[in-house]
């Protein structure tokens, strides 16, 4: 009698994976497609920009910018001929001159009234006489100052009295050969016309207002010196 063969164990069937298990698979499943999706769709839009056209300079998509023309020969010859407008200050008006008029004679007292009155009178024609006092390169080659009366006088050891109006005086272009010969101290007949008064700066740091005249003729006819 043949023995029976022994019975080897049946293997365990595989136990079926757990529900965890298996929604923990589905969402790692999810996670990965989501992430790859991203990837390609981050790729798709580096391949967007890595192909649009940059804009050149100049190129119609550019920023417009302030340009400066250069000047054409035209406009530099008209420049050249037109005068650029600069501000000018209105000329002063000038005092009435004494061409063509008659110069009248002054009294003492009416030279010593211009003290006060000169701007009243101007334009007055007067013959005057007088001291030059300071013509030197304080006062120029066209303006002196001078001791002036109203009466012709001679100066006696070497002084004029009684002519002691302070005066100053422009030349007029008419007298500039006259006025290159005078020297201080020389006494002059005056043909003037007003000109109103000037105030100066003294040596001693004040200030002084005196007649102002403008003289047309000047003859030296007696000298202190």
């Known amino acids: 009698m043949i023995p029976d063969s022994p019975q080897l164990p049946t293997p365990p069937a595989p136990e079926a994976d757990s529900l965890d298990l298996v929604k923990s698979r589905a969402r790692w499943r999810a996670a990965f497609f989501s992430m790859t999706a991203a990837a390609v769709a981050l790729s798709a839009a580096v391949g967007v920009l890595l192909l649009t056209p940059t804009p050149k300079a100049g190129g119609p998509h550019a920023a417009a910018s302030p340009t400066t023309s250069s000047p054409t020969p035209e406009a530099d010859?008209?420049?050249?001929?037109?005068?650029?407008?600069?501000?000018?200050?209105?000329?002063?008006?000038?005092?009435?001159?004494?061409?063509?008029?008659k110069y009248e004679a002054a009294t003492d007292r009416d030279v010593k009234k211009l003290e006060r009155t000169a701007d009243d009178k101007l334009g007055t024609c007067l013959v005057i006489y007088g001291e030059i006092t300071q013509f030197d390169s304080a006062t120029g080659k066209t303006s002196f100052r001078a001791n002036v009366c109203g009466s012709?006088?001679?100066?006696?050891?070497?002084?004029?009295?009684?002519?002691?109006?302070?005066?100053?005086?422009?030349?007029?272009?008419?007298?500039?050969?006259?006025?290159?010969?005078?020297?201080?101290?020389?006494?002059?007949?005056?043909?003037?016309?007003?000109?109103?008064?000037?105030?100066?700066?003294t040596t001693i740091g004040g200030s002084m207002t005196v007649p102002k005249f403008t003289a047309y003729k000047l003859h030296k006819y007696a000298t202190t010196k």
Do not use: W
């Open 152 to 201: 012709k006088r001679y100066p006696e050891y070497g002084f004029l009295s009684d002519c002691d109006t302070n005066a100053m005086f422009d030349i007029d272009p008419a007298a500039e050969k006259a006025a290159a010969e005078l020297v201080n101290g020389d006494v002059v007949e005056m043909r003037v016309s007003v000109a109103g008064t000037l105030t100066y700066e």
């Open 77 to 101: 010859e008209e420049s050249a001929t037109e005068p650029a407008d600069v501000a000018t200050e209105e000329p002063t008006p000038a005092a009435e001159t004494c061409v063509g008029k």
